[in-house]
């Protein structure tokens, strides 16, 4: 209320920062799938991880052409006070469903490797070594699933 300037910066970040982010996350999991179809030869882990990727694919398109229509006009965002006047999404149920998407094919990518892993003939030594580097993974995953806003997004899906 009293700097509106900080206002109107932080809402074309807002517009900004989801462009920026989509592909960002979308493109490391594409190549980490590309990883796992280089490696896997059993028909049926291939099909999951084309699933994950076409699944990923569709949350950056879906959650990237929100970020051109979050208002209608554009200026609408940090001008509320426009002639005319305008619309905008619900930002919130847009950030919660892309990241329910990113959290699933997340977990999929990280639990994916394990049997196949546990499979191997070769020391156990070397298989937990295996099973620490595919799990760095899950370094990013853990955070992301804050428990009270993990728990919104299970209670908004039932």
């Known amino acids: 209320m ?9 809402a074309k970040f807002t517009f900004v920062i989801p462009i920026m982010y989509l ?10 799938c590309a990883l796992y179809l280089r490696i896997f030869a059993k028909p049926n882990y291939r099909v999951v991880v084309w699933i994950t990727a076409g699944l990923v694919v569709a949350n950056a398109i879906g959650s ?8 209608v006009p554009l200026e609408y965002l940090w001008n509320r006070k426009l002639p005319g006047g305008g ?28 049997p196949l892993l ?11 070594g295996l ?17 009270m806003t993990f728990l919104k997004l299970l209670l908004t899906c039932v």
């Not at 546990?118 to 937990?128: A, D, G, H, P, R």
């Not at 760095?136 to 955070?143: A, D, E, I």
């Open 118 to 128: 546990m499979e191997l003939q070769t020391s156990k030594k070397t298989k937990l």
């Open 2 to 10: 009293r700097t509106p300037w900080k206002l109107v910066t932080w």
């Open 23 to 32: 592909p960002a996350i979308a493109f490391p999991k594409l190549s980490i």
């Open 131 to 147: 099973l620490f580097t595919f799990s760095l993974g899950s370094r990013c995953v853990v955070p992301s699933l804050r428990p």
């Open 64 to 71: 990237f052409v929100p970020a051109f229509v979050i208002c």
């Open 87 to 114: 619309h905008c999404i619900d930002a919130n149920a847009w950030y919660r469903w892309a990241s329910l998407m990113n959290i699933i094919t997340d977990l999929i990518m990280l639990v994916l490797p394990i």
